[in-house]
């Protein structure tokens, strides 16, 4: 069973600085294509950030293009949306993504349909 658990989230002041983390296990074989989504208050689930793995190609939303970050440390498992200049509308639940099919036509933060997803971390944004 496949498991993501994310960690890294918190409270931080506008203009700061988080890093947030997702460990994956219980993969057949581990995903070519994994992400970020975030959901704030009464907002619908948004995609942030995907990485596919072969190439490291990433993909960003507009709204976080030039202060997130997301990479992959192989030898951990682990995935990590580095995020700087957070701002009060990046406040909300975080959540890691995983999909099971491995085209990369299909991986970027666009599309919903992804497979697995963790429990979130909240980011909360303050003045």
């Known amino acids: 069973q496949v498991q993501l658990v994310e960690s890294g989230g918190g409270s931080v002041q506008t203009g700061g600085s988080l890093r947030l983390s997702c460990v994956g296990s219980g993969y057949t074989d581990r995903p070519v294509c994994m992400g970020w989504f975030r959901q704030a208050p009464g907002k619908e689930r948004e995609g942030v950030a995907t990485?596919?793995?072969?190439?490291?190609?990433?993909y960003y939303v507009d709204s976080v293009k030039g202060r997130f970050t997301i990479s992959q440390d192989n030898e951990k498992s682990t995935l990590y949306l580095q995020m700087s200049s957070l701002n009060s509308w990046d406040t909300g639940m975080y959540y890691c993504v995983a999909r099971r099919d491995t085209y990369q036509s299909s991986c970027n933060p666009w599309r919903k349909d992804f497979d697995y997803w963790g429990q979130g971390t909240q980011v909360t944004v303050s003045s």
């Open positions: 990485l596919y793995m072969r190439g490291k190609i990433s």
